[in-house]
């Protein structure tokens, strides 16, 4: 089921266009990988799909209605890059203030609070102020307010900032969690292994358009080049003759490219021949990071959708 919906949004700052004709669509449930380099226009469209600027042109729809700011606010969870953390409350206090703020009761926020501080190992920072937080331990506060009163659409601006692995996989866990549970996740970073990782669809953005949009799996076939990984026992095989052109060949490893008309049978069929002991052969995808830099390098890049 469709939960947030852009269409055509626009928004222009003087004569700059910062988000240029966008458009997509994010279901219920989904983690969505909202991808660009810096100064992208993915800053202006988080701030139109929250509320805190408007686009100049184009309309976004939450659960099928147009959104509305002020009711709509209290669905919506968003947890910034930068940190804006009051340094000398409390952290406790701070936590409960925060989720006050979304609605809830103080007793209700209190004790969503420290479930939270439960599940995350941070009760015993309860009395300690907000300024003798690591910057880690910021990081989780932050998630923590962001997530508390159950949003329906949570966005998280690289929310594994200053996190160490351990930290970094309990905070990736309660995302599986959030989005199992039914929650929407737009996922912003710079760090292409991690939306391969965590993110069920993404959207690239570059120069305030739209140029990439579709599954991860998707997007990754549709920019394959043809090459593969083989790994073989016996070493030495004279592969002069080979019908591939090889890329790397290192004692049992090799990497080929093939040509578009050649099955990867074929190959196999001339490996057998060359009476090679097979121990892999595989197809290696393109990374999420090399298709990022290819089409933002790229002047002529098309909007495309990958299912």
Not at 19 to 31: L, R
Not at 174 to 189: C, D, H, P, R
Not at 196 to 215: P, Q, R
Not at 271 to 288: G, H, N, Q, V
Request: charged letters at 25%; one cysteine or more.
């Amino acid at each position: 089921m469709e939960l947030l919906k852009l269409q055509h949004l626009k928004k222009y700052f003087s004569n700059h266009k910062a988000v240029d004709d966008v458009s997509f669509s994010i279901n219920q449930g989904e983690i969505f990988g909202l991808l660009g380099p810096n100064g992208a226009g993915k800053t202006t469209l988080i701030r139109m799909i929250t509320g805190i600027t408007y686009p100049d042109e184009g309309e976004i729809f939450l659960d099928g209605r147009k959104l509305n700011p002020s009711k709509d606010t209290a669905r919506i969870g968003y947890m910034p890059e930068e940190r804006g953390l009051y340094k000398k409350m409390k952290v406790g206090e701070h936590a409960v203030f925060l989720a006050r703020l979304k609605g809830l009761s103080k007793a209700d926020a209190t004790k969503k609070v420290q479930e939270w501080f439960s599940k995350l190992h941070m009760e015993s920072w309860w009395n300690k102020k907000v300024q003798d937080l690591s910057k880690g331990m910021s990081q989780k506060l932050q998630f923590i307010s962001t997530v508390l009163h159950n949003p329906s659409l949570i966005i998280l601006d690289e929310p594994f900032s200053g996190l160490d692995p351990l930290n970094a996989n309990l905070i990736k866990d309660e995302i599986y969690n959030l989005a199992k549970n039914g929650s929407t996740v737009i996922f912003s970073t710079h760090r292409m292994e991690q939306v391969e990782e965590i993110c069920d669809k993404i959207v690239l953005i570059n120069l305030g358009k739209k140029i990439l949009d579709g599954t991860v799996k998707g997007v990754k076939q549709q920019y394959r080049d043809n090459h593969f990984f083989i790994k073989i026992r016996n070493q030495n095989i004279d592969f002069s003759d080979a019908p591939f052109e090889i890329i790397k060949h290192n004692n049992s490893e090799i990497i080929i490219r093939l040509n578009e008309s050649m099955p990867g049978n074929n190959v196999l069929r001339y490996l057998l021949e060359k009476e090679a002991e097979i121990e892999s052969f595989s197809e290696l995808l393109p990374s999420l990071n090399d298709i990022f830099i290819k089409l933002v390098n790229g002047t002529n890049a098309v909007s495309r959708t990958f299912e």
